[in-house]
Nanobody, 114 residues
Framework: QVQLVESGGGLVQPGGSLTLSCAAS????????MMWYRQAPGKERELVAS????????DYADSVKGRFTISRDNDKNMLYLQMNNLKPADTGVYYC???????WGQGTPVTVSS
């Protein structure tokens, strides 16, 4: 059974940094592209970043380009999201997901506020 457990969220001031982690199990992690999504209060869930199975190609939403970095460790079945220069607009619950896989994890909340 697919299981995704996100961690690393919290409260951070504008301009600060956080690193999110996602522990994956129940599927062959190295075979799947992985993504980070976020859902701000009152808004639709949006795709933030994606990485192909080998980790050699990544893509980002325009709103986070140059500030966020997605990475993976296929030996540890782990997905990461390094977030720098955080802004209040980055506030939301962050979820990791394997392409075509369900269910979603519980997410980890990020709040950017002074």
């Amino acid at each position: 059974q697919v299981q995704l457990v996100e961690s690393g969220g919290g409260l951070v001031q504008p301009g600060g940094s956080l690193t999110l982690s996602c522990a994956a199990s129940g599927f062959i992690f190295r075979n799947y592209a992985m993504m980070w999504y976020r859902q701000a209060p009152g808004k639709e869930r949006e795709l933030v970043a994606s990485i192909i199975y080998a980790g050699t190609s990544t893509d980002y939403a325009d709103s986070v380009k140059g500030r966020f970095t997605i990475s993976r460790d296929n030996d540890k079945n782990m997905l990461y999201l390094q977030m720098n220069n955080l802004k209040p607009a980055d506030t939301g619950v962050y979820y990791c997901k394997g392409r075509g896989l369900y269910p979603w994890g519980q997410g980890t909340p990020v709040t950017v506020s002074s």
